[in-house]
């Protein structure tokens, strides 16, 4: 077991030091980006293959590469505001307004030249800082990326902060569940201030903001994303799947049934119009 660990940390430490190799003899990219992480939409691998296209070799490790804290920003929301959010919360908009100061923040670092996180999509950060970032961000079928949320907070979650212990058939009939239907709208659709994110108005924001994007991916395109990207940025893209379900996981979508897909189909409907929509303006472009 030693060995195989010691194995593993080598070929890491390997892959690190060609990496920031690489980048020191060809140059990091030049322009700056901003990668609007979804959950579940299979933003961690691509983060990893991003922010290598900037690390380099200094005396602060990815002084450059900014990534945020997800469950920090959850818990200083918590202190900021007085009070305890508990992990099925639906209005978590206080954490999200925090996020949304956050990221002015951080574009406002002359350093940072890479950018990343759960953050809401901010028409005003846009405004102010899209002439120094460019914003990216890659979708996936809402159904599927319902299902892993579900599946990841209940199994994986490796913090308490978003950490479930529900049954599918308790999630589908909870409000957090419901929710989780119209997360492209609260990703994309900007901060709600009364924190109710689930109506026609930020679903229609949500697409109208899509516009404002200099690239959308899509899950199960990944071979054109990296395409799309290499031509707009001169660099090949490495995508390796880091939260790659456990078998055993998997073998849970046996306990779903016909009714329940149309059930979770139904809640995705908000979503779905969304995602239908990014298909339609931006997958061939």
Not at 161 to 169: A, D, F, G, P, V
């Amino acid at each position: 077991m030693l060995k195989l660990f010691s194995s593993h940390i080598g070929t890491k430490t390997f892959q690190n030091v060609f990496i920031k190799t690489r980048n020191l003899l060809e140059g990091s990219l030049d322009s700056n980006i901003y990668f609007h992480h979804i959950p579940k939409c299979g933003g961690t691998s691509l983060n990893r293959a991003l922010q290598s296209c900037y690390v380099k070799w200094s005396l602060w490790e990815s002084s450059n590469v900014l990534n945020l804290n997800s469950e920090a920003s959850w818990k200083s929301a918590q202190a900021l505001c007085g009070k305890v959010l508990p992990p099925d919360v639906v209005d978590d908009s206080t954490v999200m307004k925090l996020r949304e100061e956050l990221l002015f923040y951080f574009m406002s670092l002359g350093h940072v030249h890479y950018l990343s996180g759960h953050f809401p999509f901010s028409a005003l950060a846009h405004e102010h800082y899209n002439s120094k970032f460019d914003f990216i961000t890659v979708l996936r079928d809402p159904v599927d990326r319902w299902l892993s949320s579900y599946f990841y907070n209940n199994y994986r979650q490796p913090s308490g902060y978003r950490k479930l212990s529900m049954s599918i058939e308790d999630y589908i009939d909870s409000n957090l569940g419901r929710s989780q239907g119209y997360e492209y709208a609260k990703f994309l659709g900007g901060v709600a201030e009364n924190g109710n994110f689930m109506t026609p108005a930020f679903v229609q924001q949500a697409k109208d903001n899509l516009h404002k994007f200099n690239l959308i991916g899509f899950l199960d395109k990944m071979d054109l994303f990296k395409a799309q990207f290499e031509r707009k940025y001169g660099a090949e893209l490495r995508i390796n799947t880091l939260n790659k379900r456990p078998e055993k996981e998997k073998s849970l979508n046996n306990m779903i049934t016909e009714d329940m897909m149309a059930s979770i189909r139904e809640l995705c409907r908000a979503d779905i119009e969304i995602y239908d929509y990014a298909v339609e303006n931006f997958l061939k472009s």
